[in-house]
């Protein structure tokens, strides 16, 4: 019986969430925003002391400093999300809100290798991002099912952006396979990887984070490139993509290309701290050791 209500619940509020969005002006949906964050804020007590945390270990921040900035985490983690809803109703509007830096060469990346692995984080808005490449490339995203009452929404806003999406599940041999066919697979690669088989444990913010090993494994087995990406929301609203070099990486080089796209992730989230989702457990491997599983979110 509480399934259900908790399943009816997630769906009439992703509905009423939906519906807000489509009738809000994108000029106006940071306004939307505001008080839905302080609601999460007040809803979800534990994701708020993991976020001020994350922010006073990993920057140079007194506790007040890092509240004041995790409320700001919030109000950001929910504009995005509305971002997102909106994006399903108006997706001319949406993908046009983006402007991507480096573009040309990762275009000519894949010209000359037929294939890319284009990898980001929870930075920006990385649903835009994927929605703004995936009008220039045939790209499929490596994504975890959600619970049953949105993940049909999500996944559906995201096909018809024009992005495939493949379930986090067993993803490797169908992101593969689509590579060898010379497809363009996008991943998000800043989740805790836990202590399973493929995932290495390198310092992120001087801290001891898991990570997955996979993008790199998987440019390393087919010959795709590497482009690590990042979207930033600019004070206009409108968002900023930016890709750099293509990177080749050789199966030798799998673990130093890992250590690489951290490294890359760091300097993103110090470009504008705000916009990273610091509310993830990121340092499981710090806080709690192994626990053998992978983070359970998006």
Known sequence: MITVLRYLTERLLTLALMKAAAVTSWERLPILAAPLARL????????????????RRALPLSQDEAKVMARRVFRHFVLTELEFLKMGTAPAEAIAKVRVRGLDAAKAAWKRYGKLVFVTGHMGNFELMG?????????????????????????????RVGMGVLSKFGSVREALRILRRGGVVGILADQHAGGREGALVVPFFGRPASVFKTPAF????????????????????????????????????????????????ERAILRAPDQWWWLHDRWKTARHGYRGQGDDER
């Not at 534990?46 to 945390?53: F, H, N, Q, Y």
């Not at 990042?230 to 250590?259: F, M, N, Q, S």
């Open 218 to 265: 998987l440019a390393a087995r087919t010959g795709a490139p590497i482009v690590f990406g990042y979207d930033v929301r600019l004070p206009d609203g409108k968002h900023e993509v930016v890709l750099l070099e293509p990177k080749e990486v050789r199966e030798e080089g799998v673990e130093d290309a890992t250590i690489w796209i951290c490294q890359q992730l």
């Open 131 to 159: 929605a703004r490449l995936a009008q220039e490339f045939p790209l499929w995203v490596v994504a975890r099912p959600q619970s049953p009452a949105s993940w049909q929404f999500i996944k559906l806003i995201r096909e």
């Open 40 to 55: 999460l804020w007040l809803a979800l007590p534990k994701r708020c002391a993991i976020t001020v945390d994350n922010l």
